[in-house]
């Protein structure tokens, strides 16, 4: 299996630490606000490729964290005039809502960082005792100038660095680019004991607290959004790193694209940000995934109307589809299917990089040449196909319930009906009940002898 990895910038073979063994972790959102389809790409993009890993035989430990102390969440709190947690709490768990309206549930375990104080103090005091961190006025720095590696994940060097950040000024800090660990307690903040006084955790250590805990040291894959390759990853290697005296912290990196809204990067403070749930509010599920994963995942996407009415389409093309092949009842049939080699095939893709874009255009050839012979297949070839669809399911999620199966038997009999009237030459009638099934979102299509019908949602 390939992967590119950011550090580096190169395609790699994937070895994980321990065979048949990979603990990722990606880095979770921050609990004061509605989620926005940038938190859908990368999340989406995750699940698939934590699901296809357990797919083809690993054994795969999911670790996410959940930043629910920050600026952001005290501001919030103050504005509302609510406890920090009464804010944390609410959006945490419609965080994990909304991942479940989007079929995310591959993540084993959401770390919440409040609840690491202990591990992320003890972090903090090695770096202090080992000449990395320092303690000032208003907190603990990361002192970057002596970790000499600070910049590989995100190609720069350290002077570029220390000149870009030249305009940060902090009067405590010894280098304007250090960074902070532990953050001291402001009135009427929230805080918790510590070595360096009342106070709370800096944003980027309360992932390597995190990871050391669960996973140790040195892990497997990191992931998240490109945006957060600096400064947030960068501090994260380099905070493990100078306690750990290891090479690594993650052997592979991973970084989603950017979503652009109108050729513009998606951004809160830009007021062009879109939510999740009021896209659920109009498509479905399926639609919103197919949309994140029909692209390479390290590109951007340009998000549209017209890019969700696409993935919609496409959806329902292949729910069609699969709801057409399961009512195959043929006994016999000339066209065959290798079940094993196609899955094969379609492993193979996405081993190369989890490319999901070219697995999406391979379905589409596999059904039109299904499509092509779909009078040549017996119901045994028919379920080596639906085998086929419920093994992409798996990882891509993107076959949705029929709900209408209730109503079967009569759109069944309208059909019947109106092939009676086909028959007798009746076509105004025959035209009237096509319609009014439309209407009501059931399409029919004649092939031979047979009328096929399925619902678009």
């Known amino acids: 299996m390939i992967i590119h990895n950011t550090l580096g910038q190169k395609d790699q073979e994937f070895k994980p630490i321990n065979k048949g063994r990979i603990n990722i972790f990606v880095c979770g959102p921050t609990v004061y606000d509605d989620f926005h389809i940038g938190h859908a790409r990368t999340y989406i993009f995750f699940d698939v490729v934590t699901k296809f890993l357990r797919n083809i035989g690993y054994s795969v430990f999911y670790l996410q964290n959940i930043t629910d102390i920050d600026d952001k969440i005290i501001n919030r709190s103050k504005n509302e005039n609510k406890k920090y947690y009464e804010i944390s709490d609410?959006?945490?768990?419609?965080?994990?809502?909304t991942m479940n309206k989007l079929k995310?549930?591959?993540?084993?375990y959401y770390a919440r960082a409040t609840l690491y104080i202990k591990e992320i103090i003890s972090q903090i005091r090695r770096m202090v005792n080992k000449g990395y961190a320092?303690?000032?006025?208003?907190?603990v720095y990361f002192n970057v100038k002596k970790f000499k590696d600070y910049g590989k994940l995100s190609n720069q060097n350290l002077n570029e660095i220390i000149n870009n950040s030249r305009d940060i000024i902090n009067e405590d800090k010894r280098n304007p680019e250090d960074f902070v660990l532990w953050k001291k307690m402001k009135a009427g903040e929230p805080y918790w004991?510590?070595?360096w006084g009342k106070g709370r955790p800096g944003w980027h250590i309360e992932?390597?607290?995190?990871?050391?805990?669960?996973?140790?040291p040195e892990y497997d894959i990191h992931g998240g959004g490109s945006d957060l390759i600096f400064p947030h990853h960068e501090a994260e290697i380099a905070q493990m790193r100078s306690i750990s005296n290891k090479k690594y912290l993650a052997r592979y990196w991973i970084h989603t694209g950017m979503i652009n809204i109108n050729n513009e990067k998606m951004s809160k403070s830009l007021k062009n940000f879109i939510k999740i749930n009021d896209i659920l509010n109009v498509y479905k599920p399926e639609h919103l995934r197919f949309a994140m994963i029909n692209a390479n995942y390290n590109t951007s996407i340009e998000f549209s109307d017209e890019l969700l009415n696409i993935s919609r389409d496409n959806v329902d093309k292949i729910n069609n589809f699969y709801n057409?092949?399961?009512?195959?009842e043929n006994l016999t049939g000339n066209y065959g299917i290798n079940e094993s080699e196609t899955i094969k095939k379609f492993n193979e893709i996405m081993e190369n990089n989890f490319d999901t874009r070219s697995l999406i255009r391979n379905i589409f050839e596999f059904i039109s040449d299904i499509n092509r012979n779909i009078n040549n297949i017996s119901k045994e070839t028919a379920k080596k196909i639906i085998n086929i669809m419920d093994y992409l399911n798996k990882f891509l999620c993107i076959l949705y319930e029929n709900k209408n199966n209730n109503n079967e038997n009569i759109i069944n009999a309208m059909i019947e009906i109106r092939n009676n009237m086909r028959n007798n030459k009746m076509y105004e009638i025959s035209d009237y009940i096509r319609k009014k099934l439309e209407?009501?979102?059931i399409y029919i299509e004649d092939n031979g002898n047979k009328t096929e019908w399925w619902v678009k949602d």
């Open 439 to 441: 209407e009501n979102n």
């Open 90 to 97: 609410y959006y945490f768990n419609e965080y994990i809502n």
């Open 207 to 216: 992932d390597t607290a995190i990871t050391e805990t669960h996973f140790g």
């Open 104 to 108: 995310v549930t591959s993540i084993n």
């Open 324 to 328: 057409k092949i399961k009512k195959i």
């Open 134 to 139: 320092y303690e000032t006025s208003d907190g």
């Open 193 to 195: 004991e510590s070595p």
